[in-house]
């Protein structure tokens, strides 16, 4: 089963890249204690600043972290952010991503 709440996604994640509480609240600059209870709190009241550092350090999208139907997985909110930062590269990394990609579309092809 999807997980659909704020927290659990978040802990999921988390734990998924070996990241402490502290660790994440490192990284995002924050507390402690405030992720643990964006965690652990219903119903959490998160910046929309902290959820956004927070899908950035854990390979997501704000949209998948709030999507409390299950409806995003994390796959699509893994490829939406790729896509986003594919959109902000200059045009010679883009043409390189591309290049790597129709290599691989050759192997796949036999």
Do not use: C, H
């Not at 089963?1 to 704020?6: C, D």
């Not at 927290?7 to 999921?12: D, E, L, P, S, V």
């Amino acid at each position: 089963m999807a997980e659909t709440s704020l927290g659990a996604k978040i802990r999921k994640l988390r734990e998924k890249k070996q990241y402490t509480l502290e660790k994440l609240a490192d990284l995002t600059s924050s507390s402690k204690s405030y992720i643990w209870e964006l965690e652990n709190k219903a119903p959490p009241r998160p910046s929309a600043e902290k959820i956004s550092k927070i899908a950035e350090k854990l390979g997501v999208t704000v949209e998948y972290l709030l999507d409390d139907q299950a409806i995003i997985t994390v796959g699509d909110a893994a490829d939406a952010r790729f896509y986003r930062k594919y959109q902000q590269m200059n045009d010679k990394t883009k043409a390189k991503i591309r290049s790597f990609v129709d290599l691989w579309d050759e192997d796949d092809d036999g």
